[in-house]
């Protein structure tokens, strides 16, 4: 399902410069082609999400061999996920209609968002998580004052719960795949890349390519839906190509692309990434399209790709969980193809920080030395 806009209804207004001339630096300075007003609570995390740093780097582009190469860090919002624009939203939504409850099923970000968007203007939020969710994330949910439950079983099986709930007890549904509004809220990304990237960037020589981590496949298909809409209403003259990037462990869609096929099979889902670890995608025929109908594609990565994407983020600053660092070792893998090219433009999707799963980011490292409080300890293991 997906929210409609009336595009032309909407180019009667100037829209470029309502929104870039607005100085709310937050997603909801693109309340004019969104489907829901302005929630207020103007001094509270609801309205710090979204308006991400851009980095440029050059070790970054001497790795990948690329020339331009952005990466977009979506760790920085409230909850430290890009899921904070989804749940944004979708909290927005359940104002206008009066909702009790938003329920939702989560490895973790989402649900973090959900209960920190909710805390922020007073929503009741339950969350489903698996109980192997990485225990960072279950503390957000619990801080964040969320009713969680943990389910004895995987992702699937909590989504599948929650959505017998909110049937059951008439919970609005926050639901990745399931709510339209949710890729209402990751749309944005797409907007910020037009203002931050394009506009500024006006004589790209090659078309942007944008690589995106995926496991159920809503981010990907949320900015593909941003940059139609963009398209459709004269702000962008094409839509970038898109690159799905998913774990060897948790690959349903890609499998599908390389079969060139739209029939997702489910897979038994297993990789660090527990982000983007999905056996069956609820978004998975809009993710895949997102690829094929841009002219992008889909790579797979192995978690060792992952550890490694890690560790060369945190070396020019950039803290990414296993779900963030996919896209780049996607970068990497892609750029080693030759499915981009040196002078390819390209934008990478940081979707989460790495504070949410310490234990992956160890991975990534050597152990610190333990010494004694003694200089020649400490010359001995600085080899002096």
């Known amino acids: 399902m997906d929210v409609l806009l009336d ?13 870039t001339t607005s100085r709310d630096f937050s997603i909801w300075r693109y309340v004019p082609i969104l489907p829901v007003e302005d929630p207020g609570f103007a001094k509270t995390p609801l309205h710090s999400v979204g ?31 890009f899921k904070d624009r989804a749940s944004s939203v979708v909290v927005a939504r359940a104002g206008e209609i009066h909702a009790d409850v938003v329920v939702t099923a989560s490895t973790g970000n989402a649900g973090a968002a959900l209960a920190g ?15 192997t969710a990485p225990q960072a994330k279950i503390a957000q949910l619990l801080v964040f004052g969320a009713q969680v439950i943990l389910v004895d079983g995987n992702y699937d099986q909590a989504f599948d719960l929650s959505v017998k709930a909110s049937q059951e007890f008439g919970w609005y549904c926050r639901n990745t795949g399931y709510n ?75 499998n599908a692309y390389d079969a060139g096929t739209e029939e997702i099979e489910p897979v038994h889902a297993t990789t660090l990434a527990d982000s983007i ?13 997102a690829a094929t109908q841009t002219g992008g594609a889909y790579v ?16 020019v600053g950039i803290f990414a969980e296993p779900a963030g660092a996919t896209a780049y070792a996607g970068v990497l893998q892609a750029s ?20 949410k799963d310490i234990n992956a980011a160890m991975k990534a490292v050597p152990s610190a030395p333990v010494i004694e409080p003694s200089m020649r300890a400490l010359k001995n293991i600085l080899d002096i």
């Open 51 to 81: 308006w991400t740093p851009v980095y440029e780097s050059v070790p970054l582009n001497e790795e990948t061999g690329l020339n331009q190469l952005w990466i977009k860090d979506d760790g920085r919002n409230p909850t430290a996920s």
């Open 277 to 289: 670890s999905v056996d069956l995608p609820r978004d998975g025929l809009r993710a895949l399209r």
């Open 7 to 19: 595009y032309a209804e909407l180019k009667k207004n100037p829209l470029q410069q309502q929104m």
């Open 336 to 355: 080693v193809s030759g499915l981009i090219k040196p002078e390819d433009p390209v934008v990478c999707m940081i979707t989460g920080s790495g504070l």
């Open 180 to 254: 339209p509004f949710t890729a209402e809220g990751k749309k944005t990304a797409a907007f910020e890349i037009w203002e931050q990237i394009l506009l500024p960037n006006s004589n790209l020589k090659r078309e942007l390519s944008v690589f995106v981590s995926v496991g159920d496949g809503n981010i990907i298909s949320g900015i593909h839906k941003g940059f139609k809409d963009l398209k459709e209403l004269g702000l962008i003259d094409y839509i970038p190509r898109i690159f799905g990037i998913q774990s060897e462990g948790s690959s349903a869609i890609a």
């Open 117 to 131: 968007m909710a805390a922020a203007c007073g929503q009741k939020a339950v969350i489903f998580a698996p109980k």
């Open 300 to 315: 797979k990565v192995s978690d060792d790709q992952i550890i490694q994407a890690i560790a060369a983020l945190g070396k």
